[in-house]
């Protein structure tokens, strides 16, 4: 199963690791540096998404749009939603 969803796998993991990378590191810039304002966060989740998107995207076409692949495009494009917020 995980060699035919290789690329909705990938873009799942795109999002969740990077959204698991910046919510560490703004927990830690405010909790120990008292830091509010994080402007290049929303440069790179948006470069996160936007991969995130692509790799679901090429996994409609490969995959023949399946389940996992619509739900992989659905949580980047919402993930992009919420980093342009």
């Known amino acids: ?22 919510f560490g590191y703004t927990q830690y810039q405010y909790r120990f540096h008292h830091v509010s304002s994080f402007p290049v966060v929303h440069i790179v989740g948006l470069c996160a998404a936007c991969s995130s998107i692509t790799s679901a995207a090429v996994a409609i076409f490969k995959e023949r749009a399946s389940a996992l692949s619509l739900i992989a495009l659905v949580v980047g494009v919402l993930s992009y939603v919420l980093y342009i917020v």
């Open 1 to 22: 199963m995980t060699r035919r969803r290789t690329w909705s796998i990938l873009s799942l993991a795109v999002t969740a690791e990077v959204a698991a990378g910046i």
